[in-house]
């Protein structure tokens, strides 16, 4: 039974799911090694369980996660609301470390090539949200960037563009110029129960300016889902193997003051951080990652799950001012792969 809610995207004519799919963690295995079986399959069963947003980007797995995407939505398309990124150089051959970006390309040249690429990668005539992927301020204020979405617009070949912050958290200034100064319908940033900032400052004026928040991370990459304890230990693959130890150790002790509400008979840990997310109607859709058919299973319902009581949402509050608004969670920051 789809028990799944929607929401509007800003000023879009777009209705996505509260709960979206995340699509980076196919075909790539920064998050653990997902089959090509697996991955069609887990998109397959998102759409069934009514989760209607779909977001990927060229550059996860150098487009294979959009292939895969591609893939899993045929006979489905009219169905979703499809969402891609654009901006890096998916084929250049430098060599990366860690989590050192590739090249970025936000040329009007670039976004033509990019876009049919990704169509093609995708099996759709039209991409429905086409982002700016992690884009400077340069980029904002770069008024040809804008021209070439509009044209693309214009000729059917997408339906709305927005921008997607990052790659790490913060990107204040960045978020809130795009928001007042373009015609985005959507923003994505981190945002979730210790990463409250600079997600707050957005949502004012995103509703000021018709503009859609999505938020990625909701469970600060695995610290808010509840299956870690101050013993576990990461694969070598898996990107938080290069986060400083204390990202584990010392977010966990801060927490603390939550379990309470955390592990309740009503909802898991997890599904309490979707709902945290959620209680602010400025955000349109939630994209924690997914990589297990169980994970999937209990996001979505976290979307048919009662809001936050008052006390519960201003208990997290209270614990993120004392425990990690004070501290810029510099141990959050992944440490250099070759280190």
Same mark, same amino acid.
Request: a negative charge.
């Given at each position: 039974?789809?028990?799944?809610?929607?929401?509007?995207?800003?000023?879009?004519?777009?209705?996505?799911?509260?709960?979206?799919?995340?699509?980076?963690?196919?075909?790539?295995?920064?998050?653990?090694?997902?089959?090509?079986?697996?991955?069609?399959?887990?998109?397959?069963?998102?759409?069934?369980?009514?989760?209607?947003?779909?977001?990927?980007?060229?550059?996860?797995?150098?487009?294979?996660?959009?292939?895969?995407?591609?893939?899993?939505?045929?006979?489905?398309?009219?169905?979703?609301?499809?969402? !891609?990124?654009?901006?890096? %150089?998916?084929? #250049?051959?430098?060599? /990366? =470390?860690?989590?050192?970006?590739?090249?970025? &390309?936000?040329?009007?040249?670039?976004?033509?090539?990019?876009?049919?690429?990704?169509?093609?990668?995708?099996?759709?005539?039209?991409?429905?949200?086409?982002?700016?992927?992690?884009?400077?301020?340069?980029?904002?204020?770069?008024?040809?960037?804008?021209?070439?979405?509009d044209d693309l617009?214009?000729?059917?070949?997408?339906?709305?563009?927005?921008?997607?912050?990052?790659?790490?958290?913060?990107?204040?200034?960045?978020?809130?110029?795009?928001?007042?100064?373009?015609?985005?319908?959507?923003?994505?940033?981190?945002?979730?129960?210790?990463?409250?900032?600079?997600?707050?400052?957005?949502?004012?004026?995103?509703?000021?300016?018709?503009?859609?928040?999505?938020?990625?991370?909701?469970?600060?990459?695995?610290?808010?889902?509840?299956?870690?304890?101050?013993?576990? !230990?990461?694969?070598?693959? %898996?990107?938080? #193997?290069?986060?400083? /130890? =204390?990202?584990?150790?010392?977010?966990?002790? &801060?927490?603390?003051?939550?379990d309470y509400l955390?592990?309740?008979?009503?909802?898991?840990?997890?599904?309490?951080?979707?709902?945290?997310?959620?209680?602010?109607?400025?955000?349109?859709?939630?994209?924690?990652?997914?990589?297990?058919?169980?994970?999937?299973?209990?996001?979505?319902?976290?979307?048919?799950?009662?809001?936050?009581?008052?006390?519960?949402f201003e208990k997290?509050?209270?614990?993120?001012?004392?425990?990690?608004?004070?501290?810029?969670?510099?141990?959050?920051?992944?440490?250099?792969?070759?280190?």
């Amino acid at each position: 039974m789809n028990n799944l809610k929607y929401r509007q995207l800003g000023k879009s004519s777009l209705k996505v799911s509260e709960i979206g799919f995340g699509a980076w963690t196919l075909g790539t295995d920064w998050w653990g090694t997902i089959t090509r079986e697996e991955s069609i399959r887990l998109v397959k069963r998102a759409l069934e369980l009514g989760m209607n947003f779909v977001d990927t980007s060229d550059s996860y797995a150098s487009g294979a996660s959009e292939k895969l995407v591609g893939e899993a939505i045929q006979g489905q398309r009219e169905e979703i609301i499809l969402s !891609t990124k654009f901006g890096y %150089d998916i084929h #250049s051959e430098v060599k /990366r =470390e860690g989590h050192q970006e590739r090249e970025q &390309k936000f040329t009007a040249e670039h976004i033509n090539i990019a876009v049919e690429e990704s169509l093609e990668r995708l099996q759709t005539s039209y991409i429905d949200l086409y982002q700016l992927h992690n884009p400077k301020m340069d980029h904002i204020k770069d008024s040809a960037v804008f021209d070439a979405l509009d044209d693309l617009v214009q000729n059917g070949k997408i339906r709305y563009y927005g921008v997607a912050l990052g790659p790490a958290i913060g990107w204040t200034e960045e978020g809130l110029n795009a928001m007042k100064s373009t015609n985005i319908v959507s923003l994505q940033t981190v945002y979730n129960m210790v990463e409250q900032d600079p997600g707050r400052s957005f949502l004012s004026v995103a509703k000021e300016n018709g503009v859609g928040i999505l938020v990625r991370v909701p469970h600060a990459s695995g610290l808010l889902d509840g299956k870690f304890n101050a013993q576990t !230990t990461f694969a070598s693959n %898996d990107h938080r #193997s290069y986060r400083q /130890r =204390e990202w584990l150790t010392k977010g966990l002790k &801060k927490i603390q003051p939550l379990d309470y509400l955390l592990n309740t008979p009503s909802r898991t840990m997890s599904q309490t951080a979707l709902r945290f997310t959620l209680m602010d109607t400025g955000i349109s859709s939630v994209l924690p990652t997914i990589s297990t058919m169980n994970d999937l299973e209990e996001y979505a319902k976290a979307s048919d799950l009662d809001d936050l009581t008052e006390e519960e949402f201003e208990k997290i509050n209270q614990v993120y001012a004392q425990e990690f608004q004070a501290e810029t969670l510099s141990y959050l920051m992944p440490k250099s792969r070759a280190n």
